[in-house]
């Protein structure tokens, strides 16, 4: 799918201001953001709910722009479910094939390998008011997975799920994804899930793309403050570059100097630095870390979540957060409020952001 110089507007408000994006065949792709930030109208103008105000879009190398909604080999899954209320669980997965008017007997192989495939099989003959909400999520997907398109488009459909299903749902879509090779959009304002589910993610606020990249690369490389605190959580520090030579700088900041290794810099140019929390070691002694970035600071609170400790860590003027996993005690230290203590930062881990 190729999307190129995308614009919308509603009441004179830009929803989405130029979108260049290119969605590879087969991939994950998810659309990443909060809510005003034009993943959703995106997605309608893909499946062909809105028509943009310009721009182009096209599917498989055709415009789809002219080609009304129900007609695009995309299907949409929301989530709301969407379900026919009087019809059983087989007759909805049916519906669109019906209307394709494939034969009765290809129709119903399709739909039963599909509903396989989801694990809704054994209730086939219930009404969606007898169904789980997980349940009825599985017949959504079913119903939009057996018209075989070539783009699924999945407006945060696990939104009304409680926690533990969610994250249940959220492996089982993404193994989906993979046994049937279709293309999925997934609109989610969820970190979390984007990142458990995704081949890409593009990032978005205010009707723009603001990072775009692989899992890995979004998340370890942030490019700016709104993506490395917006994706998961960055402690930022601003500083001046003193010296650049051999792949690392040495930047100057209230905190004193630190050293990095990944980006590019300017020399005396002013930057922006970002540090994942869970990237920081905590320890009473730093003596063996020499070549590492040391700060000293005290802890000033602890949350406890059961899979982390997080430190909240008093570093002169200013706060740091540190994430340490809860490992046998004889793996790591443990700290009080008002420990001092030592954090230790490599300087893979201080990455430069370009605003």
């Given at each position: 799918?190729?999307?190129?110089?995308?614009?919308?507007?509603?009441?004179?408000?830009?929803?989405?201001?130029?979108?260049?994006l290119?969605?590879?065949?087969?991939e994950?792709?998810?659309?990443?953001?909060?809510?005003?930030?034009?993943?959703?109208?995106?997605?309608?103008?893909?499946?062909?709910?809105?028509?943009?105000?310009?721009?182009?879009?096209?599917i498989?190398?055709?415009?789809?722009?002219?080609?009304?909604?129900?007609?695009r080999?995309?299907?949409?899954?929301?989530?709301?479910?969407?379900?026919?209320?009087?019809?059983?669980?087989?007759d909805?997965v049916l519906?669109?094939?019906?209307?394709?008017?494939?034969?009765?007997?290809?129709?119903?192989?399709?739909?039963e390998?599909?509903?396989?495939?989801?694990?809704?099989?054994?209730?086939?003959?219930r009404?969606?008011?007898?169904?789980?909400?997980?349940?009825?999520?599985?017949?959504?997907?079913?119903?939009?997975?057996?018209n075989?398109?070539?783009?699924?488009?999945?407006?945060?459909?696990?939104?009304?799920?409680?926690?533990?299903?969610?994250?249940?749902?959220?492996?089982?879509?993404?193994?989906?994804?993979?046994?049937?090779?279709?293309?999925?959009?997934?609109?989610?304002?969820?970190?979390?899930?984007?990142?458990?589910?995704?081949?890409?993610?593009?990032?978005?606020?205010?009707?723009?793309?603001?990072?775009?990249?692989?899992?890995?690369?979004v998340?370890?490389?942030?490019q700016?403050?709104?993506v490395?605190?917006?994706l998961g959580?960055?402690?930022?520090?601003d500083?001046?570059?003193?010296?650049?030579?051999?792949?690392?700088?040495?930047?100057?900041t209230?905190?004193?100097?630190?050293?990095?290794?990944?980006?590019?810099?300017?020399?005396?140019?002013?930057?922006?630095?970002?540090?994942?929390?869970e990237?920081i070691?905590?320890?009473?002694?730093?003596?063996?870390?020499?070549?590492?970035n040391?700060?000293?600071?005290?802890?000033e609170?602890?949350?406890y979540?059961?899979v982390?400790?997080?430190?909240l860590?008093?570093?002169?003027?200013?706060?740091?957060?540190?994430?340490?996993?809860?490992k046998a005690?004889?793996?790591?230290?443990?700290?009080?409020?008002?420990n001092?203590?030592?954090?230790?930062?490599?300087?893979?881990?201080?990455?430069?952001?370009?605003?």
């Amino acid at each position: 799918m190729r999307i190129r110089n995308l614009r919308k507007t509603f009441d004179e408000q830009e929803a989405l201001k130029q979108i260049d994006l290119d969605i590879y065949e087969g991939e994950f792709l998810s659309l990443l953001g909060p809510s005003g930030c034009g993943k959703t109208t995106l997605l309608r103008i893909i499946a062909g709910f809105e028509q943009p105000d310009q721009g182009e879009v096209s599917i498989g190398g055709i415009n789809a722009l002219p080609i009304p909604p129900h007609k695009r080999p995309v299907n949409t899954v929301f989530q709301s479910y969407a379900l026919f209320p009087h019809m059983t669980v087989l007759d909805n997965v049916l519906f669109g094939l019906k209307m394709a008017k494939v034969p009765r007997q290809e129709a119903l192989k399709r739909a039963e390998r599909v509903m396989a495939m989801v694990e809704i099989e054994s209730f086939t003959k219930r009404k969606p008011h007898q169904l789980s909400g997980g349940q009825k999520q599985r017949v959504a997907l079913a119903r939009a997975i057996v018209n075989e398109p070539k783009v699924l488009l999945l407006d945060e459909p696990l939104g009304a799920l409680d926690l533990k299903l969610r994250k249940q749902l959220q492996v089982e879509l993404m193994q989906l994804q993979r046994r049937v090779g279709i293309t999925f959009i997934y609109v989610t304002h969820d970190q979390e899930e984007a990142l458990v589910m995704s081949d890409r993610i593009a990032v978005m606020q205010t009707g723009l793309i603001d990072q775009l990249g692989s899992v890995e690369e979004v998340y370890e490389r942030p490019q700016t403050r709104y993506v490395a605190t917006f994706l998961g959580s960055s402690n930022l520090i601003d500083g001046v570059v003193r010296r650049y030579q051999d792949g690392v700088a040495s930047i100057d900041t209230a905190l004193g100097e630190l050293r990095s290794s990944v980006g590019s810099y300017t020399l005396n140019s002013p930057v922006t630095l970002a540090v994942r929390p869970e990237k920081i070691y905590v320890k009473s002694d730093a003596s063996t870390y020499y070549l590492e970035n040391v700060l000293e600071g005290v802890v000033e609170d602890i949350i406890y979540t059961g899979v982390e400790n997080q430190y909240l860590i008093r570093v002169k003027d200013r706060t740091f957060a540190a994430y340490v996993m809860n490992k046998a005690l004889t793996e790591h230290e443990a700290f009080n409020i008002g420990n001092q203590v030592k954090l230790i930062i490599p300087a893979q881990s201080v990455v430069p952001l370009n605003d």
